[in-house]
């Protein structure tokens, strides 16, 4: 991670969430229905100068998202979690954004340090058809030096990071700026 990037995961956003606030995961072995299956991925390594974790993440519907291999689109990666106020809020925007950006931009969550049940019930009732991978443990944010959410992550297509959100985004019109600015498409 790069110094100043760690840096601003330092200093947090006072609306972010500290996992502390997180219940210890719990049905990580169930097998909810409402949450969509993870797109399936290129077989050639994520390159560039700051990647992601190289984790291999179950999707509770179905798939996996594996962090260290190359996306083969511009990604968003979201970290949430059902515990997570700003989450709460913002998770609905993702999800519009994701319905309205088509074939340009894909957008994976990551639900974080949650229990399966929890996120499942968040999930459906705000209506979050975009796939999400399943960090109970809450692996992914200890690579990333997180302890708080939420946190976007854009990816072009090779799976290096152009840029990481660390405050809640406030309006679809916001993620499809940071989509324009960072990974080049305009919607």
Do not use: K
Not at 23 to 32: M, V
Not at 90 to 96: G, K, N, R, T
Not at 113 to 127: I, L, N, W
Not at 156 to 164: L, N, P, R, T
């Amino acid at each position: 991670m790069r110094p100043r990037a760690l840096a601003v995961a330092c200093l947090l956003a006072l609306t972010a969430c500290s996992s502390e606030e997180a219940p210890a995961p719990d049905g990580a072995d169930a097998q909810p229905t409402s949450l969509t299956a993870c797109p399936e991925q290129p077989d050639v390594a994520a390159q560039g100068d700051e990647l992601m974790p190289a984790l291999s993440l179950d999707c509770p519907g179905g798939g996996t998202l594996d962090l260290g291999r190359a996306p083969g689109m511009p990604t968003v990666v979201n970290l949430w979690g059902s515990w997570c106020g700003p989450c709460r809020e913002e998770l609905p925007l993702l999800q519009d954004f994701a319905a309205g950006a088509g074939e340009q931009v894909r957008v994976v969550g990551v639900i974080s340090r949650d229990g399966v049940p929890q996120a499942e019930s968040f999930a459906a009732d705000a209506g979050i058809g975009f796939p999400n991978a399943f960090d109970g443990e809450g692996e992914l944010m200890a690579g990333l030096g997180l302890n708080a959410l939420p946190f976007t992550y854009f990816l072009d297509a090779e799976g290096g990071v152009v840029h990481v959100q660390t405050r809640p985004v406030s309006s679809v019109d916001e993620l499809r700026a940071l989509a324009t600015e960072h990974l080049g498409v305009q919607l």
